[in-house]
């Protein structure tokens, strides 16, 4: 599929039907997220995959919103191995780890993967209770899977502003 079509008809799915993602599918979305650029190419990225029942109840206990997927990647970055951006105001982690999120969604519906972005959580919970080191933060978790019948986008999907209500030239 051409990218352009792919970014336009992706979309958050919100009811999975419960299969876990093919090992192959998975091992190429995870492959998506290692190449996927960092600052000085640190690559601070750790990622997680959730499958096992005891693992995704412990997702189950901190956010409503696995929907019913059966394979989760749980995105995270070591706060120890972060390029500081001049000022000292920020650093990479955040947009590192975004960029390689960003990059195993796409992956994954190139692949025929449907996919949901969660940031409906309390990190530190869940960093918790995944028995994470110290020094990682999470960003986020990838549900992945397969949409169950009557899933679909929203309503609203389609709606996009127009490019000069979003774009400036300077």
């Given at each position: ?44 990225q750790r990622v997680y995959v959730v499958e096992s029942e005891e693992g995704l ?88 899977g397969y949409a169950a019948e009557g899933a679909g986008p929203l309503a609203n999907h389609n709606q996009r502003k127009a490019l ?7």
């Amino acid at each position: 599929m051409e990218f352009t079509e792919l970014a336009k008809n992706r979309y958050a799915c919100k009811k999975f039907d419960g299969r876990p993602v093919e090992k192959a599918q998975l091992e190429a979305i995870l492959e998506a997220g290692r190449l996927a650029p960092t600052a000085k190419n640190l690559q601070e990225q750790r990622v997680y995959v959730v499958e096992s029942e005891e693992g995704l109840a412990k997702l189950d206990k901190v956010t409503p919103c696995r929907y019913g997927a059966a394979t989760c990647v749980v995105v995270a970055f070591d706060t120890d191995n972060v390029f500081t951006y001049p000022g000292d105001k920020r650093d990479s982690g955040v947009e590192d780890a975004t960029i390689v999120a960003t990059h195993m969604m796409l992956a994954a519906a190139a692949y025929g993967v449907d996919s949901c972005w969660i940031n409906f959580f309390d990190p530190e919970l869940l960093a918790k209770a995944l028995d994470l080191p110290e020094n990682e933060e999470i960003l986020m978790i990838l549900d992945l899977g397969y949409a169950a019948e009557g899933a679909g986008p929203l309503a609203n999907h389609n709606q996009r502003k127009a490019l000069e209500e979003t774009v400036a030239y300077l």
